[in-house]
């Protein structure tokens, strides 16, 4: 599996930006990470294919929306209300098998990851 994300720009805080992370074949879960300059990279959102279930981080919960197209094999992250930091290189990441609700965050779970596109956001 292939993953190819894209949509990262430069936005003013307060704007929005949608990612999106296309697959070259069928997974059962995806998910969102970043990392922003001198930290760790950390758990954003995931969803499953099967079931739409999402899950987000706190710290974007009600400014983040994960989606899919099932048939574009596509996922994206609509990302609103963006602060500075936000700022990051965002990555998205696949795995051909389900992962339970309570380990989705974990990034050592997922099998294959797309190159990152980043996302700046001004103040």
């Known amino acids: 599996v292939q993953l190819q994300a894209s949509g990262g720009g430069l936005v003013q805080a307060g704007g929005s930006l949608r990612l999106s992370c296309a697959s070259s074949?069928?997974?059962?879960?995806m998910g969102w990470f970043r990392q922003a300059p001198g930290n760790k990279r950390e758990f954003v959102a995931a969803i499953r294919f099967n079931g739409g279930s999402t899950f987000y981080a706190d710290s974007v919960k009600g400014r983040f929306t994960v989606s899919t197209d099932n048939a574009k094999i596509t996922m994206y992250l609509q990302m609103n209300s963006l602060e500075p930091e936000d700022t990051a290189v965002y990555y998205c990441?696949?795995?051909?098998?389900?992962?339970?609700?309570?380990?989705?965050?974990?990034?050592?779970?997922?099998?294959?990851w797309g190159q990152g596109t980043l996302v700046t956001v001004s103040s």
């Open positions: 990441a696949a795995k051909l098998s389900r992962i339970i609700n309570t380990a989705v965050h974990l990034e050592y779970l997922y099998d294959y």
């Open positions: 074949g069928r997974t059962a879960t």
